[in-house]
């Protein structure tokens, strides 16, 4: 799978569940999560089969509730824009009432915060550990 070089330069790989690679924004100031389908050239979610439509649907929606229990998040944000990135990425973000760019968006709301190198091994191992769970085929990336 070829991803966008932007895509790894703001996120980790940390696995793939049956359909999407799951990726860490590497932003501290929101539980981030970016699913990629693994198909090449996809544009538009409407792009992909009608099966992978299907499966995106059911490893997003899992990974939404799975983050809301997870932090504890007030709401989720789900997007898939791709004005910058083209390929077909879709945002998974935990909102609390109380971060920094509530109730806005997040894009260009706030400079992005850079994890620990011990707060980022921490996140990627709960979510690993999490993602194992889920019934959706996850495996973890080497890294």
């Known amino acids: 799978m070829k991803f966008d070089p932007r895509l790894l330069n703001d996120c980790v790989v940390i696995g793939k569940f049956t359909l999407c690679h799951v990726l860490l924004m590497r932003d501290a100031n929101y539980p981030w999560c970016v699913l990629v389908?693994?198909?090449?050239?996809?544009?538009?979610?409407?792009?992909?089969?009608?099966?992978?439509?299907?499966?995106?649907?059911?490893?997003?929606?899992?990974?939404?509730?799975?983050?809301?229990?997870?932090?504890?998040?007030?709401?989720?944000?789900?997007?898939?824009?791709?004005?910058?990135?083209?390929?077909?990425?879709?945002?998974?973000?935990v909102r609390y009432k109380t971060d920094i760019a509530w109730p806005a968006p997040v894009w260009g709301a706030h400079p992005a915060k850079k994890y620990s190198d011990e707060e980022l091994a921490s996140r990627i191992s709960r979510l690993?550990?999490?993602?194992?769970?889920?019934?959706?085929?996850?495996q973890a990336s080497d890294r």
């Open 128 to 138: 690993v550990k999490g993602f194992a769970n889920l019934n959706l085929g996850f």
């Open 37 to 93: 389908p693994d198909r090449e050239d996809m544009i538009e979610i409407f792009d992909l089969s009608d099966e992978d439509q299907t499966q995106l649907n059911l490893e997003s929606n899992t990974l939404l509730e799975y983050l809301k229990n997870e932090f504890h998040a007030d709401k989720m944000n789900v997007a898939a824009l791709g004005n910058v990135v083209s390929q077909l990425h879709i945002h998974h973000i």
